[in-house]
Every structure is written in structure tokens, then in C-alpha cells.
């Protein structure tokens, strides 16, 4: 069973940087792929990047702006959000599953507890 925990979240004004962390827990990390998604009040959750040994993809909403990437021997992910902006503002999930990434969640086994993102204007 892959636990995972999420770390990093928190209120950060509009244009600042937020890192996010995921360490999964059981499991073999590097036979995963990461995703990231988000929610906002209101609305459905939707995709924001994943990353595999093929490489990332990211959401149009946020290609620039943030990073995926992972550290195999720390058994973590980190989700780097650069010039964030108020629309970014929602609980970010990170998800995994095994084999190649997917945009979709229905597609991910397993999913952290969520944190909070708010960016202020």
C-alpha cells in the first residue's frame, strides 16, 4: 500500500514561488508515476503535471510557471510554482500510479491528503 504525504503549502502573495513535496511511502518510488492536481472551491479537479521515466507534461494553465521533478534516492517529488497567480489558488493533490504518466486522474491508484494553496493579489 503507497502512502502518500504532501508538504509546502501555504499563502504566498501573487507573483511568489511555493514548493510543493511528495514522499510516498511502500512501495517502489521509482516504478511510479507523479501527478498533480488541484481543486478549487467549486469546481472539479483538474490536472496540473505529472512526471514518469518518460518524462513530464504539464496543464496549459501552468507550462512556464511551475516545475516537476523527482529525487529517486530521496523517494520525493516536488512541484516547484513560479509566478503564481490568484487563479491558482486551491488544495493541490499529488497522485500515483504505476507505468507512464496520464492527465487523468481516474487513472491514479493512490493520492495524498492534499494542501492548501492561496495566492493573494
Known sequence: ?????????????????LRLSCAPSGGIFS?????WFRQAP????????AVSGGGTAYADSVKGRFTISRDNARNTVYLQMN???PEDTAVYYC???????????????????????TVST
Open 1 to 17: 500500500q503507497v502512502q502518500l504525504v504532501e508538504s509546502g503549502g501555504g499563502l504566498v502573495q501573487a507573483g511568489g514561488s
Open 31 to 35: 516504478s511510479y508515476a507523479m501527478g
Open 42 to 49: 467549486g469546481k472539479e479537479r483538474e490536472f496540473v503535471g
Open 83 to 85: 509566478s503564481l497567480k
Open 95 to 117: 497522485a500515483a500510479r504505476l507505468g507512464s504518466r496520464s492527465r487523468s486522474a481516474e487513472d491514479y491508484y493512490y493520492w495524498g491528503q492534499g494542501t492548501q494553496i
